[in-house]
């Protein structure tokens, strides 16, 4: 069910998505007037769709499964430093809490809107069925730009986004992490919003934090390291040496600037990188170690800019997912490997370090080449994996060393991967289709074997 700011229901419907049938007699699957002009949404139910067309799901379950559970949309007023008032939107969405608790991040961009909350929310339900988690599916975000916004303004608006969405989280509700524009910090904030009004330290309610606060050692590098571990077992499969392997990186955030470093420390060259403000490359391999420290060296207050860094050239931002290389690792938005570009591709291996960042259209292209694609539902689930063993030490107060949470995260980013490719070889299925296989069923039968109450 969808919410309005002032928590009345804005949305209900009943009964199939639509009158009309797809391929091989499944339900077509259409957005709910909330979400039907969000491409991101029409997308992942597209996705969600294919995987019903190659695996039997019960119809009233897969009606389920194409709405969110909870959508709630919030008005963040807060006071400026300049003294005048300004008016934020924020979101948080609920796709399921059949498996546990949602579990998703919350991200700060200008362009967030509900669908893209609502899609994201919904590829969390599958990431977490991959990997065996016992979360559901959330997600939330604010339309803002951080980078516009004071460290006092971000606080107030990340407590007053707290406060507003209070009515739905919880450690055993919903459970907040950093995302794009977001950092540890504003889980600090998260977290001690929520204590203040529970009257006690509940570490529980975010994972992400500082460490200090009951973080997770690891956590900030667990998805990039999912990513590198997913890529060297690509690598292994297609019988390419990391030594003799180059790598392209778009996207240098946390995400990225971690499987960067992680695929350089195993003797990949890292030819080519980007972030928001321009791209860099260098044919002979660019120092990662010296550009991270780089960057980590600049004031807060200042965005270093990635082309000034010495010992690259500048290069066209636009021209970076077609570079010629053995990884390509997207690791930004979605939606950036469509139709047009996707014919260009000279990668041998895609990693998905984003979520979403190849289109459907942009799929079928990629099925007739020989590119080896870890999508996203898979490769960038590291997060969530040690997200999830940060509530376990936070609700248990036993906190892991972490040498234990590197190895648990190995161990099931390489299971869920197995699992993943004897599916897709087995039943000759692209990867996305097998990956997204695995964690809508888990989820359908989860469904299936609760019940519909009343």
Not at 54 to 66: A, C, K, N, Q, Y
Not at 188 to 215: F, H, N, Q
Not at 244 to 272: D, M
Not at 344 to 362: F, M, S, Y
């Amino acid at each position: 069910m969808a919410v309005s700011p002032a928590g009345a229901p804005v949305s209900a419907r009943e009964g199939p998505a639509s009158g009309g049938v797809g391929p091989k007699g499944v339900p077509d699957l259409s957005p709910d007037p909330l979400f039907e002009h969000s491409v991101v949404f029409q997308m992942a139910l597209r996705q969600l769709q294919t995987v019903a067309e190659h695996f039997e799901i019960e119809s009233g379950v897969l009606e389920r499964l194409s709405k969110p559970k909870r959508a709630l949309i919030v008005s963040c007023p807060i006071r400026m430093d300049k003294g005048h008032t300004e008016n934020f939107i924020g979101f948080r969405v609920q796709h399921s809490l059949t498996s546990g608790p949602a579990k998703g991040g919350l991200r700060f961009h200008p362009n967030v809107d509900l669908g893209e909350v609502a899609a994201l929310a919904m590829w969390m339900s599958w990431k977490c069925g991959i990997m065996n988690l016992p979360f559901g599916g959330g997600k939330g975000g604010i339309a803002c730009d951080p980078a516009t916004l004071s460290r006092g303004e971000r606080e107030r608006l990340t407590r007053r986004y707290t406060e507003e969405v209070g009515v739905i989280i919880g450690p055993r509700q919903d459970v907040m992490a950093p995302d794009m524009g977001t950092d540890e910090q504003t889980m600090a904030w998260i977290m001690d919003t929520y204590s203040a009004r529970v009257g006690y330290a509940c570490p529980e309610i975010v994972t992400g934090k500082p460490v200090e606060l009951g973080g997770c050692v690891g956590r900030r590098e667990a998805t990039g390291r999912g990513v590198v571990y997913c890529v060297v077992e690509a690598l292994k499969e297609l019988k390419i040496a990391p030594e003799s392997a180059t790598a392209v990186v778009q996207g240098f955030g946390n995400v990225g600037s971690v499987a960067a470093a992680e695929l350089h420390s195993r003797g990949v060259k890292v030819i080519a990188v980007s972030d928001r403000y321009g791209a860099i490359r260098n044919d002979k391999g660019l120092d990662i170690p010296a550009l991270n420290k780089y960057m980590s060296e600049a004031p807060p207050e200042s965005h270093p800019m990635l082309t000034n860094f010495p010992g690259a050239e500048a290069c066209d931002p636009n021209e970076l997912l077609t570079m010629k290389c053995t990884v390509l690792v997207p690791a930004a938005l979605e939606r950036v490997i469509d139709e047009k570009n996707a014919p260009k591709l000279q990668c041998r291996v895609i990693a998905e370090g984003a979520n979403g960042p190849t289109t459907p259209d942009a799929d079928k292209i990629i099925e007739r080449s020989d590119i080896f694609v870890i999508p996203d539902v898979l490769c960038n689930a590291g997060g969530v994996t040690v997200s999830y063993f940060e509530w376990v030490q936070d609700i248990q107060q036993l906190m892991w060393s972490e040498e234990l949470v590197n190895q648990k995260l190995r161990e099931l980013m390489l299971r869920s991967f197995a699992t993943v490719r004897g599916l897709a070889v087995d039943r000759k299925l692209p990867m996305r289709v097998a990956a997204l296989s695995v964690g809508v069923k888990k989820v359908a039968l989860e469904k299936d074997r609760r019940g519909l109450f009343p």
